[in-house]
């Protein structure tokens, strides 16, 4: 390993404190453990809101300590239990006592204030030198109220309270490269706000639910949905509100499991990309709607997260100075495209490699770029089954869940259709000027290049760790599951060849010839109604006579 010492951006963070928002996200967690295990700090301050009746150090707590309960099905097949690996299992190892640095402050983005103590407000004034601001919602069909209340006000309240920070070198955003997705080529750079951001958060005010619901569409065009329409605008804010601070922006493009650090494969949720792995994995999502050719443009969330804590650091130091507010896009589509064809061949190799132990079907989807043949597909190897599975579970006097089920799953993909057929370009040269700055202990340590990024390779540790992390099964039962995989592509196939005899068997009838003959006859007689083919026939009988 690296020797720490000859790092300047670790030096610089040693006895700094850092403040974060989302810090019990995806992207916190990971945020948190790479400060710890990299960055000798002195303190980490957690913005965390009491959930379900747990407060905030117990919530913290289960953060750090956390244990995947029982698999659905490991016990029955080896009586053991699964222990899913935590995310600072490898700092737990090494360096224990990192760990209480960190603390929770009791607080709630959506509030004034943030919710702060007047305490613990002025703790946070006077000892932090970072911060990091990542809490957002990523719903995509969030009510505008709501989206805003998040996505912009609590930027509002972020930049509000930073401005009462005595020591603070560096503020760091965490924004979206969708935010612009109204244009294909996007550039790192502030693009203009599709409204005033006031006028916005006043009519969130001004106007009952009913109404801010029915004028949404026509506020957020050109963009689809008001996730993105607000992250453009909380950007605005930020540079609005903050000016004379210290601010950075990073824009992921879509953040998804981890890829070198700290754990291979890493996730710990089914948004985006990850839960349309899953239901492919599953054997249920069988069917996308997608572009011929666009570039998927995925990251690995330990990407953005390198990246932003070398920003910080260059923000107060001023290593690399771009011009204007610096803005840091964060993709792979520039300098490691990944077509939606090549995704579809490692996949291929992925799922069979890792399969899942208890698939719903065989996983053999497909993608279509015609939307008609798509909704026919969903229609008919998940709409139908699902009410029919209904039926018998209300026969047998059982709650019936499939049809809901089914229905979200269509939802989440639905909202992702935007994204799926268009392609944009994410240009990343100050991204890449800011790599190009460092020595090479630190871009050892605080890898965001995605130059040497590996396709194949990545899809297959991703799929390991849906299998791990999101399912809950051991690698031990690899051979287990790849015995169930094998049954189901015979029962597949078995199915494929039913239903392709019935088709025979229905298409050679008596019934279906005279259905033929007769849709013959009929289009014959409306030919012959058509003034054009009148016209030939009686240009045929005169040039005859």
Known sequence: MTDLGLSEVTEWYRNKTIFITGGTGFMGKVLVEKLLRSCPVRRIYLLMRPKRGVDVNQRLDDMFNY???????????????????????????????????VFAVKGDITMEGLGLSDEDEARLADEVNVLFHAAATINFTEPMRVAVNMNMLGTKRVVSLARKMRNLQALVHVSTAYGNCHVPEVYE??????????RLIQLTEWLDDKLLEDITPRLVEPR?????????????????????????????????????????????NLFAFTGLLVGMGKGVLRSLYVSNGIKLD??????????????????????????NVPIYCCSTGTDQPLTIEELAEHLKKSVRKYPFNYPLWYPDGSAKNIKFLHQLH?????????YIADTIMRILGRKPIAVKLCNKMVKAVSALEYFMLRDWTFHTSKTNALWRSLSPTDQDIYHFSVKDLDWDTYIQTYQKGCKQY????????????????T????????????????????LSTDTASAFYSACFNGASQLLSLTPAFVAAEEAAAATSS
């Not at 750079?189 to 006031?198: F, R």
């Not at 999101?470 to 995989?485: D, G, R």
Request: overall charge neutral; aromatic content about 8%; hydrophobic content about 40%.
């Open 67 to 101: 244990k995947g309960s029982e698999s659905s099905h490991g016990s029955s097949m080896n009586g053991t239990r699964f222990n899913r690996t935590t995310l600072f299992d490898k700092i737990k190892e090494s360096q224990p006592e990192v760990l209480q640095k």
């Open 189 to 198: 750079e502030l693009y203009p706000a599709p409204i005033d951001p006031g």
């Open 224 to 268: 689809p949905n008001t996730y993105t329409f607000t992250k453009a605008l909380a950007e605005h804010l930020l540079v609005n509100d903050g000016e004379g601070l210290p601010i950075t922006i990073i824009r992921p493009s879509i953040v998804c499991g981890s890829w070198r650090e700290p754990i291979p494969g890493w996730v710990d």
């Open 298 to 323: 995925f990251i690995p969330v330990d990407v953005p997260i390198n990246l932003m804590i070398v920003s910080a650091w260059n923000t107060a130091v001023g290593r690399y100075k771009p011009e």
């Open 378 to 386: 969903v229609y008919a190897v998940n709409i139908i089954p699902a």
């Open 470 to 485: 999101i399912m809950k099964e051991e690698l031990s039962t690899i051979p287990f599951a790849k015995k169930m995989l």
């Open 487 to 506: 049954r189901m592509h015979v029962l597949h196939r078995i199915v494929q060849l039913c239903l392709m005899y019935g088709v025979w068997c229905l």
